[in-house]
Each structure stands twice: as structure tokens, then as C-alpha cells.
């Protein structure tokens, strides 16, 4: 029914910042969980950052002190605001809402970090 849209990857230094964002319908969104996670060729799905229905934030460890985790009600939108970014980092960031016992996924955005 509901499929979260990711933007804002791309191709990006190490060392340099991105901002991708997740946007979706604003009555799910406002209430839903957003978890952000990403994948790497290879390498199982992992788990990013979450932002609560009420703003309280969770952290990967090897993303801590980088990343910052938000999101705008108003406007329907999170962000994942990348800063210091390493090569390890790359991988497509997939968007997650959850509401109602179930989790809607958007079909990622592409980040890449070149060394």
C-alpha cells in the first residue's frame, strides 16, 4: 500500500558529507518508526539508525559521532545527515516505516564512497 521513497545518494569522498532523504505519506509517517539500514554487495542488511514516532534517536556503533538521524512531520520527510564519510560506508541506505505491525520499505538509494 505504502512505499517509502528514498533520494539523495550518490557518489561522494571520503571525509565528505550526504544527505539522503526518505519520504512517504504523512498520516503513516507521522506515527511510524523510520529505521534506516543499509547493504553492501555481499554483506547481510544492517541496521543504520532509528528515529522514533516522538524523535528519540539509536546509533550503529560505526556510525556514531558521523551520522545524525531526523525527521521533518511536517514535510513527510527523515533525513540521514552523513558526515565524515569512510569507504565501508558505501552501500545502498534503504528507507524503513513501522506502524501497525508491519514494516514498509522504500527501494534504496545508492551511496558511494570514493578513497
Known amino acids: 500500500q505504502v512505499q517509502p521513497v528514498e533520494s539523495g545518494g550518490g557518489l561522494v569522498q571520503a571525509g565528505g558529507s550526504l544527505r539522503p532523504s526518505c519520504v512517504a505519506s504523512?498520516?503513516?509517517?507521522?506515527?511510524?518508526?523510520l529505521g534506516w539500514y543499509r547493504q553492501a554487495p555481499g554483506k547481510q542488511r544492517e541496521l543504520v539508525a532509528v528515529i522514533s514516532s516522538g524523535g528519540s534517536t539509536n546509533y550503529a556503533n560505526y556510525v556514531k559521532g558521523r551520522f545524525t538521524n531526523s525527521r521533518d512531520n511536517a514535510k513527510n520527510t527523515a533525513y540521514l545527515e552523513m558526515t565524515s564519510v569512510k569507504p565501508e560506508d558505501s552501500a545502498v541506505y534503504y528507507c524503513?516505516?513501522?506502524?501497525?505491525?508491519?514494516?514498509?520499505w522504500g527501494q534504496g538509494t545508492q551511496v558511494t564512497v570514493s578513497s
Open positions: 504523512g498520516i503513516i509517517f507521522s506515527i511510524a518508526t
Open positions: 524503513s516505516l513501522g506502524v501497525a505491525f508491519r514494516n514498509y
